[in-house]
């Protein structure tokens, strides 16, 4: 039986989500850090890369793109959420800002589990969209 999330965590996975563009936004090691579950077995690929595994790499990840950047500009357009013991997937797209005004488009998968601390992000997977994609409309 799952005890009560602490004071403080994120009660659903859409605070969670919340929380973690919110810290991409900011530049917010720390936040971002309070975002990620502490199990051995998360993930995170970002756009290009090889997959991340472990809270040390993936966290290490993030001080490279945060510390490099001072925050993102990044908008998520979730398209679907899929919610099942304890277990949450949200996809959709992250439109991130580019000099010059351009935008890049990356297809995202965020997992999200509940754990005692209230919902934490358990992965991340961001790829990018082929400019010749065509957009099939959500996913339900």
Partial sequence: MKT???????????DCEAA??????????????AIWEAAPDILC?????????G??????SWRDILGATGGVQV?????GRAQ?????????????????????VVTVTNVYGLTGDGWKM???HAAPVHRNARRR???H
């Fill in 55 to 60: 809270r040390g790499p993936v966290m290490d």
């Fill in 122 to 124: 358990r992965l991340h």
């Fill in 45 to 53: 690929v970002h756009p290009g890369r090889a997959p991340l595994a």
């Fill in 4 to 14: 009560a999330p602490a004071a403080g965590s994120f009660l659903t996975p859409e």
């Fill in 84 to 104: 099942s013991d304890g277990l949450a997937v949200h996809t959709g797209l992250e439109l991130i800002g580019a000099s010059g005004g351009d935008q890049a």
């Fill in 75 to 79: 908008r998520f357009d979730c398209h």
């Fill in 20 to 33: 973690f563009y919110r810290a991409f936004r900011a530049g917010d090691l720390d936040a971002m850090a």
């Fill in 137 to 139: 409309g959500p996913v």
